[in-house]
């Protein structure tokens, strides 16, 4: 079956430590994306990449960072430098020459303790 | 920035009832909007698209859009307690805007 996979589920961060989410699509899809959705709060994008080797930050991105070196893969590191990392995070991915809306993954819950 | 407003609820209506939901945006220039439903924990799932203005149909759920005055809404027929979730509006295509989502009770 199609779909993403976000990995781990469940995340503890200490203070001063990075984390890396990871994201792994199979559908073919060009595009994909980083949202954070706080209690209460809509999704907020982080990053966005259309094509392999190239992304964009979104309006959020401080405190974080990506790669796309596969078209599969969009991994998102949460940073030392990202103060409240605490928060539901998505990755998601589209076909936009398709415009069929986004596939989310079932999302990994970061928690700084 | 690009803006999507929604009201954040609780909604609360009645089994067999009809539930509205409305969002509006804020750039003009959208083209692609979308409505996600999403349970608690759980990550959000498409339930309708709508590009044209006008209605647009799909079993007991009707999107509407309004592109003159920036507004989009979500109308659910005959109501049921499992459509108790939060709704979340979005706008654009390559770097989509979501709207805080509206709660919807469905009391059985």
């Known amino acids: 079956d199609g779909g993403i996979t976000q990995s781990p589920k469940y995340l503890f961060r200490k203070e001063g430590q990075n984390v890396t989410l990871s994201c792994e699509q199979n559908?073919?899809?060009?595009?994909m994306y980083w949202y954070r959705q706080d209690p209460g709060q809509g999704l907020r994008l982080i990053y966005y990449s259309q094509i392999v080797n190239d992304f964009q930050k979104g309006d959020i991105a401080e405190g974080y960072s990506v790669s796309r070196e596969k078209k599969e893969s969009f991994p998102l590191t949460v940073t030392s430098a990202q103060k409240n990392p605490t928060a539901f995070y998505l990755c998601?991915?589209?076909?936009?020459?398709?415009?069929?809306?986004?596939?989310f993954g079932s999302g990994t819950r970061l928690t700084v303790v | 920035q690009k803006e999507v407003e929604q009201n954040s609820g609780p909604l609360s209506v009645p089994e067999g009832a009809i539930a509205s939901l409305n969002c509006t945006y804020s750039?003009?220039?959208?083209?692609?909007f979308f409505w996600y439903r999403q349970y608690s924990g759980k990550s959000p799932e498409l339930i309708m698209s709508?590009?044209?203005?006008g209605d647009k149909e799909d079993g007991r759920f009707t999107a509407q859009l309004n592109k003159a005055s920036q507004y989009v809404s979500l109308l659910i027929r005959d109501s049921q307690p499992s459509d108790s979730a939060t709704y979340l509006c979005a706008v654009g295509n390559n770097d989509m805007r979501f709207g805080a989502g509206t709660r919807l009770t469905v009391k059985p």
């Open positions: 709508i590009y044209s203005n």
């Open positions: 750039d003009r220039g959208s083209q692609s």
């Open positions: 559908l073919n899809h060009d595009a």
């Open positions: 998601a991915s589209s076909e936009p020459s398709t415009n069929y809306g986004y596939t």
